[in-house]
Each structure stands twice: as structure tokens, then as C-alpha cells.
């Protein structure tokens, strides 16, 4: 099957230190900082007894925290989440309040806390939140006082194979403190709607919710203004709002825009938001948000559309952690991270399996990625949770599902409230895989017809029945609808084989698949009205046909994006190797071939392999052109050109047109022959691309895989160092893997080196690592301090080179 995009130009290369532009906070509220620094922890349980914790062995630390990353890596613990332990941890942090004011309300707000996070100030417990993936806030204001304040969370992941994939442990997302005044806006309480959208005008709809602490009623105003890109007021307006002592209110705007430029993943446009409040003309309080103009449409046999336009998603499924950083991912590596997605051709993010770091919706905002968020992996019954490997052995069985009858409504909720006004998000899914058959539900229906991904095969009378997940369906998609009907509440499910004979699928607006694309065709005949998309999809070429040759079908969403911690085979493995990245975020050969299939820019891409078998079905594929004179040797390719000449030291090997099909991929077969082995792609005759393999000589150096570092920093605090093994040539060496260490000064801190090696056990923040595959990358934060930063990467085999950085 002929395959082949329009081609544009060729992507640029993505800088060491990413733009500035990419790493701005765009939601604003007035009185809310960053409360990250200065805290301390001690790994292990307390007694609250000031005794205990004054003698305790506290170590500071700044947040994001994941104290699971730190290890160490044993077979002890749980395959599930990656061979790292759990446990029980405190934190602690002593502050004063700048300008105290027994007038003003103070309230501590944490991105998530994994999990069973307790919470108290000055001695006095203000809360409890089980949910480790969920944001929540707790006033302070009764307990406070200007100076000596004490606050303590204490975090419980004691069931440490509580889930199927890695979680991390602790404070590993933001905290921040605010500052409010009497009356001020509710957290999440501004509403931002476009009831309609077309490229002449759209309609806002906007509604902000506020509070009175007061004793008092009070009569206030509103004010909302709206602003494009270079400052312009778009739309403005004021009303009086007036609300009982002790009260809430809310008030709502509506108002017309003209030619709106709309927000698209090609032309991700943003408009600011600022709401008001004042009292007497007097401002006491603000709150600013990015948003944005697009419509779309889901439909049951025209599948999706977006500001009127037919569009394909292509999408990822990715998990919350970046290898070795753990789950405390800085938001610099979110964003490159992204980047190297919008150069796939990606236009999609599913955020598997819960709701992810407040930093990464907004970098899909300003980067133009469609996002589905989901609230969950299981619901009310726990799934199996694999202690010595991936479907090996015998499963445990702690998990979420423990809390959920009395959160988890408030937690889809809260997760909606937290993210309804961002323009990426197209989505709410409410579940992913809570029909997994058997595991736990079941139904007579298992014991006939094709029914994959069955944990102990056929009906198990003993097993909860598959009845219950159209009970609780309904009663999530209920709770959700409170709060958004803008957008359409789905779940990916595995088996619909099963699910099929509940009220499951009827409760939802999307119904999403996993892995079955095998019933696209029958379950659309026999469910005409049912809106059918690829939630969570393999890389097979097969899988993508059915989303391009049935207009019904709207998406696919490959799992995974990058390699994960979780989920890992038998130890030695710590992760999986789904990704078509790995966990350094690298590319694979299947990046590529995926790049083949989904950009507009012009993609080629050859490796070696040692069999036509290989070659065919995209198996052990290498960069590496070496070996014995005359040795057969097999050639894959994968491009979106129309043809691919193969040349070998300035000699033509012939030209194949690009044909894929799977198990059948295009390749070449040729003696080896030291030197270069270079491959053009070409539309209608002339060379749009060329990828060129090298054979390797003698190791002479580590080298910076990047152009140059800057000479200067100043916006980002985190930066990312790649290391390659190199030859005189500078080509890649494989099979030399060198122990690096990294020499630096006070003006930095190593926040982790990664060699994407899944057997690796390593502490990650141990400045010595050795490279995989000839790579490694290293993560480094700057402490605050100014002058120059100098990095030394040494070796005793190799000349060691500093890098500098003002």
C-alpha cells in the first residue's frame, strides 16, 4: 500500500537549552508563589511527639521530590513499579509570612502528592487526600501566625505494588502558597466557555465563581477582560456582584469576539483572560489564564473534526516519569521532550492513566497538542498489580481502588475543575482498561468468540460481574457533566467483547479501544450510532490502515510515547521498551518509521539488520554499518518518499519505490563493504532526503552531541547534556561503553544521568555512569548562583573537555 504525505522543509534541530518561550507560567492568580525550596525529609514513619521530630534525621531537600527514584533498585519490591521501593516519608518545612495580615486568607495548594498524603500546621491536622495524582488545597489561615509556622505532610505508599505502572513517591509535583484576600475567587472557579466558534466570530461565556470569608455581606465588582497576543483588548466588561457574609457567588459574562484567530496544533493561538475583584474600586484579587477559539465535533462515521476541518489524531499515550529523574520532572524536559513529538508529526497526548504536572497542559496549550486527561486505571475493585514481572508469577492486588467509593467522584471532579478552561484539552476519559477481563470483571460472554487480553481465559463465576461497570459509569459520567459539557466524557476499554453486553459503552459520548482494531468494522455495522476511536494502539502499519481507510475511526494513540519505569519484564528489567523513544528520549528505529507515516517534512531512515526476516518485520534494527568483507547485510528503510536509491562508497545499489505492509516492510540486501553507506529519497525524481551510516574506527573522544552549549543562560534553570562515544569521524561507537564522570561546580546541582539502559541499577544521581550504546545524558539545575558554570565530563581513557557557561 502506497503511503506518502505532502513534504515540506526539514525540521530545524531543537537547542540544548530550550526557549524561554516554552517555559513561561501562564496562569497567574495574585498572591500565589512557588513554595519549593527549604524543605526537609525523613524517609521513614513518626510520631508526632516534638521529641521525635526534633531528633529525627531530617535531609533537606527542594520540590518536586520522588523519593522512590532514589532507590535503590531490588527484586524485592514490585516489577509493577519498576523494582523501586515505597514506603512511609515526612516533610517538613518552617516559614515566616512576609507582610502578615490577620485580614488576609493564606491556603497551601499541592500539584499531587503520592499518596495518602496527611497534611498539618502548627500542630493541627487540616487534611487528608489518598489520591496521589490529584491537585488539592487546605486553608491556613486559622492556624497561622507571622513568624515560627511549622508546616508537616506525611505520605503513606507503604503498598508499594499498589499500581501497574511506576507512580513515585512523595512531594515529586509544585507546591504553592497563597495569599488571598476576605473575598476572593474560589480555586478553579473561572469558567471559560465558547458555545460558538467560527473563523467570523465566537461567543464567550465565562463565569466566576468567588468567596466571602467576611462577617459581613459585601458588594463587589467584577471585571473580565480579554486580551490577543500583542495586548489588544478584545473584550471587556464589569458587573456588580454581591454576596452574604461566609457566602459564595458567582457571576457570569457573555460577549462576542470578531475573527478570532483560532487555536489549532499547527497554530496553537492564545488569548489571555484576566478576572478582577474589586471591592469599593479597590482590586483585592486576580486571576489571569491563557485560553483559546477552536470547535470539533466527534461523529460516528465521520469521525473528527476541528474548526470545521476533517482531521486525523495522531497520538501517544505517555506516562509521568523521564527515566531518571523519576516522576519529579522539570518542566525544561517536558518541553523538549515535546518538541521532539511535534517533529514526529504527533498532534496528540493521551494523558495515561491519570492527571499529570500542571506544567505539562500548559506546555500542550502553547505548543498545540489535543489532550485527552483521564482520571483513572481502576475504579472500585483493584486490577492485578505483577510482583516479579510483567504477567509472571502471581499478581497482588493493593491499589487505588481503596479510596474510591468515597473519592472518586470528587476526584473526576476536581481533576476537570483544574484543567476546563485549557484549550488542548478535547477529552475527559474517566477509566482506562477497567474492563481488563477477569481482572477482576467478568461475564459469561468470555467463554465464546475472540476475546484478547483475557488474565485466566473464559468465564470465572466467582469474579465480580461486568454488570457493575455500567452501574459506575453512569454515576463518573454524571459527576463529570456537573461540571463540563463542552467537551465529551470517554474511557479506553479492553474488553469490548465483554463490555459490549453491559450499559458500559452506552454510558459514554466516545467509546475508546484498546488494541481491537479488529472490531472496528463489525462494532460499527452493529452499533451505527456509536462514536468509535483508537484510545491505546500498537505500532503495527496494520493499526494505522484502519484509521486511514475508515473515515469512522478518528484516532490512534500509540503506546507508548517514551519508555516507562513500571510494567517491567523479570528482573533484571527495571521499565517497559514500548516506546518508541527510550528513556532518555532518543529515538528508536520505529520513531522513524512512526515519522514516516505522520509528518509533513521530508523522512528517511536506514538501519541494518542480520536476516530478510528482521528487515521485513522491523526487529533488531541497528545503526551500525560494520562487519566482514562481503557478509550479506539487510538494509531497512522508512521514509515518505516516493523512492530510495541506496549508494555504497559512491556506487548505486539500485532504487526500490516505498511499499509498506507489514511483516513485508522495504528494505535492501548488498555485501558489506567498509566506508559509506548513504540512501536519497526522492519525489518525482529529485532528492528530498538523504541518511547516511558510516563505518566506525577507533574510539577518540566523548563529544557533545549538540551543535555548541550556549555561551549565556538566563530563563532556564535546568539544563540537558547529551554524550556520544566518537570515532575521528564522529560517528557513533556502540560497542565501547565508557564509564563517565561528571566534574562540576558549586554553581550546579546533577539532578540525575541517564543511559536508557533498562537493566541498569544505578543510583541516578551518582556522578559516575557508564554509557549505553555509546550514549548518555545528564541533568544538571543551576543553584542561583551567577558566574560561569563549568561541566567536566571525564574518563581515564579519554581526553577529558570542559564546558563552560556564563
Request: aromatic share 12%.
Amino acid at each position: 500500500m502506497k503511503h506518502k504525505p505532502a513534504l515540506k522543509t526539514l525540521a530545524a534541530l531543537f537547542c540544548l537549552i530550550l526557549s524561554a518561550s516554552f517555559l513561561t507560567t501562564q496562569a497567574q492568580e495574585s498572591g500565589k508563589k512557588l513554595f519549593n525550596d527549604n524543605w526537609q525529609f525523613y524517609r521513614g514513619d513518626l510520631d508526632l511527639k516534638e521529641q521525635d521530630l526534633q531528633n529525627a534525621n531530617w535531609r533537606a531537600v527542594s520540590l518536586p521530590h520522588d523519593w522512590s527514584i532514589e532507590g535503590p533498585f531490588d527484586p524485592q519490591w514490585a516489577s509493577g513499579t519498576g523494582f523501586l521501593p515505597g514506603g512511609i516519608a515526612w516533610y517538613r518545612k518552617n516559614f515566616d509570612i512576609d507582610s502578615y495580615d490577620t485580614h488576609k486568607r493564606y491556603a497551601i495548594y499541592f500539584d499531587g502528592v503520592y499518596k495518602n498524603s496527611d497534611v498539618w500546621i502548627n500542630g493541627t491536622w487540616i487534611g487528608r487526600r489518598p489520591n496521589g495524582f490529584i491537585a488539592f488545597e487546605y486553608d491556613l489561615t486559622p492556624y497561622l501566625k507571622q513568624s515560627g509556622n511549622e508546616i508537616l505532610v506525611r505520605v503513606d505508599h507503604a503498598q508499594y505494588a499498589d499500581s501497574r505502572f511506576y507512580t513515585g513517591s512523595g512531594i515529586y509535583r509544585n507546591v504553592y502558597l497563597k495569599t488571598k484576600a476576605p473575598a476572593h475567587f474560589k480555586t478553579w472557579g473561572i469558567s471559560f466557555q465558547t458555545p460558538k466558534v467560527t473563523p467570523e466570530e465566537a461567543g464567550i461565556l465565562i463565569t466566576a465563581a468567588f468567596q466571602n470569608t467576611l462577617n459581613a455581606s459585601a458588594k463587589l465588582e467584577v471585571n473580565a477582560a480579554l486580551k490577543d497576543a500583542s495586548g489588544y483588548t478584545l473584550y471587556t466588561e464589569s458587573l456588580p456582584a454581591e454576596t452574604l457574609a461566609n457566602a459564595s457567588a458567582a457571576v457570569t459574562f457573555k460577549g462576542i469576539v470578531k475573527s478570532p484567530k483560532l487555536w489549532s496544533p499547527k497554530h496553537p493561538n492564545l488569548y489571555t483572560l484576566t478576572l478582577n475583584l474589586l471591592k469599593n474600586g479597590e482590586l483585592i484579587d486576580s486571576q489571569t489564564q491563557q485560553v483559546g477559539f477552536r470547535s470539533f465535533h466527534f461523529d460516528a462515521n465521520t469521525g473528527f473534526t476541528f474548526n470545521g476541518e476533517n482531521m486525523l489524531l495522531k497520538g501517544v499515550c505517555i506516562h509521568h516519569d523521564a527515566g531518571a529523574l523519576g516522576a519529579a520532572v522539570p518542566k525544561e524536559v517536558w518541553a523538549e521532550r515535546l518538541q521532539i513529538l511535534k517533529d514526529l508529526g504527533c498532534n496528540a497526548i493521551r494523558m495515561s492513566h491519570y492527571p499529570h504536572q500542571d506544567y505539562l497542559y500548559e506546555l500542550c496549550d502553547e505548543m498545540g497538542f489535543l489532550v485527552q486527561d483521564e482520571a483513572f486505571d481502576e475504579w472500585a475493585r483493584g486490577k492485578n498489580k505483577w510482583i516479579e514481572g510483567w504477567n509472571v508469577g502471581t499478581p497482588g492486588n493493593d491499589g487505588a481502588f481503596e479510596a474510591f467509593s468515597e473519592w472518586g467522584k470528587r476526584d473526576v471532579q476536581d481533576m476537570i475543575r483544574r484543567n476546563r478552561n485549557r484549550p488542548s484539552i478535547i477529552m475527559w476519559s474517566i477509566g482506562n482498561e477497567i474492563d481488563y477481563p477477569n481482572d477482576p470483571y467478568t461475564h459469561p460472554v468470555l467463554d465464546t468468540g475472540r476475546n484478547p487480553q483475557i488474565f485466566g481465559r473464559g468465564f470465572k463465576p466467582g469474579n465480580p460481574s461486568a454488570e457493575a461497570l455500567g452501574i459506575l459509569a453512569k454515576e463518573l459520567v454524571a459527576a463529570a457533566k456537573e461540571i463540563d459539557t463542552t467537551r465529551p466524557i470517554t474511557a479506553a476499554l479492553a474488553g469490548v467483547p465483554m463490555s459490549n453486553e453491559t450499559t458500559y459503552p452506552e454510558s459514554l459520548d466516545l467509546v475508546g479501544y484498546n488494541y481491537q482494531e479488529y472490531r472496528y468494522a463489525e462494532d460499527h455495522q452493529k452499533y451505527p450510532g456509536r462514536i468509535i476511536y483508537g484510545s491505546e494502539n500498537g505500532d503495527a502499519y496494520s493499526a494505522w490502515k484502519a484509521v486511514t481507510d475508515n473515515p469512522y475511526i478518528a484516532s490512534q494513540f500509540i503506546w507508548t510515547a517514551f519508555d516507562f519505569i513500571g510494567e517491567a519484564l523479570p528482573w533484571p528489567k527495571r521499565g517497559s521498551e514500548a516506546g518508541i523513544l527510550d528513556l532518555a528520549g532518543k529515538p528508536k528505529p520505529d520513531f522513524f518509521f512512526r515519522q514516516s507515516l505522520w509528518s509533513d517534512k521530508p523522512v528517511l531512515y536506514i538501519g541494518v539488520t542480520d536476516s530478510a526476516e528482521n528487515a521485513q518485520k522491523r526487529r533488531k534494527i541497528k545503526t551500525e554499518w560494520s562487519g566482514e568483507a562481503g557478509e550479506m547485510k539487510y538494509i531497512p528503510f522508512y521514509t515518505n518518499a516516493d523512492e530510495v536509491e541506496l549508494v555504497l562508497n559512491g556506487k548505486s545499489m539500485g532504487k526500490q519505490p516505498v511499499t509498506y505492509a507489514d511483516n513485508a516492510m522495504p528494505h535492501f540486501k548488498i555485501p558489506y563493504q567498509e566506508g559509506k553507506l548513504e540512501a536519497r529519497g526522492y519525489v518525482n525524481g529529485i532528492v528530498v532526503a538523504r541518511s547516511m551510516l558510516q563505518t566506525p574506527q577507533k574510539l577518540k573522544e566523548i563529544k557533545l552531541t549538540k551543535a555548541a552549549l550556549p555561551k549565556v543562560i538566563t530563563e532556564s534553570e535546568v539544563l540537558i547534556i547529551d554524550l556520544e562515544l566518537v570515532d575521528k569521524n564522529g560517528t557513533l561507537i556502540r560497542n565501547e561503553d565508557q564509564e563517565v564522570n561528571f566534574v562540576i561546580d558549586e554553581s550546579l546541582v546533577l539532578l540525575g544521568v541517564e543511559n536508557a539502559d533498562q537493566s541498569n541499577h544505578r543510583s541516578f544521581t551518582a556522578s559516575t555512569q557508564a554509557t549505553y550504546n555509546g550514549k548518555l545524558r545528564a541533568y544538571f539545575k543551576k543553584t542561583g548562583r551567577s558566574g560561569v558554570l563549568k561541566i567536566i565530563p571525564q574518563n581515564k581513557k579519554l581526553k577529558s573537555r570542559s564546558y563552560t557557561i556564563e
